[in-house]
Structures are given as C-alpha cells and as structure tokens.
C-alpha cells in the first residue's frame, strides 16, 4: 500500500520560511517523479514545484526564486523548502508521485498516481 504523508504545516508571517515533509512509504521516491501542488480556498489545485526522477526540477512562475524541492532517498522523503512566503501561498499543500517522470516533470495531475492528504500552510500579512 502506497502511503504519502506531508507534515510541517504552519500558520507564519509574510517573509518568514517554512518546510514541507512528504514522506512516501509502499514506493521508493527516487524511482518517481515527485510533485507540490497547492490549493487555495475557492481555487482550483495548482502545480508548485517537481522533480524528475534523473533530477530535473520545475516550478510555477509563482514560486520560483523563492521555493526549492529536494528528495533524500535514504529518508524516503521528499521537501519542499518555501522562502519569502507570501499570503498568496496560503493554501494546503499535496505531495503527489508520477512513475513516468523520468526526464521531465509533469504539471498534469492526472499523470501523478499517487496523493497524499495535504498539509495547511497559512501566511499572514
């Protein structure tokens, strides 16, 4: 059974940095393409960042500059570090898995097979 479970939700300032955990267990996150989605309140989910499983990375014009994602394959974990935040990243935040990101990073949710629960992340003004 696949499990993703993100942690280190937040309730923070504007400018302050947060970072996100998801940790994948039934799947080896460096046999995946991993992803960030988010999703606003009365918004649909949106793309936020990825990895390719041979590395390659991509973000949203939004959040690039600002947000980084790693994965540590010895933890199973994947991160996503968020700097400079903004009230408009207020959203929860998914962590999803792609088995076909070899090379390139998908922004398609459909393509992601595996979701985890999501993870509030809130920035005050």
């Known amino acids: 059974q696949v499990q993703l479970v993100e942690s280190g939700a937040g309730l923070v300032q504007a400018g302050a940095s947060l970072r996100l955990s998801c940790a994948a267990s039934?799947?080896?996150?460096?046999?995946?393409?991993m992803g960030w989605f988010r999703q606003a309140p009365g918004k649909e989910r949106e793309f936020v960042a990825g990895?390719?499983?041979?590395?390659?990375?991509r973000y949203s014009d939004s959040v690039k500059g600002r947000f980084t994602i790693s994965r540590d394959s010895v933890k199973n974990t994947v991160y996503l570090q968020m700097n400079s935040l903004k009230p408009e990243d207020t959203a929860v935040y998914f962590c999803?898995?792609?088995?076909?990101?070899?090379?390139?990073?998908?922004?398609?949710?459909?393509?992601?097979?595996?979701w985890g629960q999501g993870t509030q992340v809130t920035v005050s003004s």
């Open positions: 999803a898995a792609d088995d076909g990101g070899l090379m390139e990073v998908t922004t398609t949710e459909t393509e992601y097979e595996y």
């Open positions: 039934g799947i080896s996150v460096r046999h995946y393409a």
């Open positions: 990895a390719a499983v041979a590395g390659n990375t």
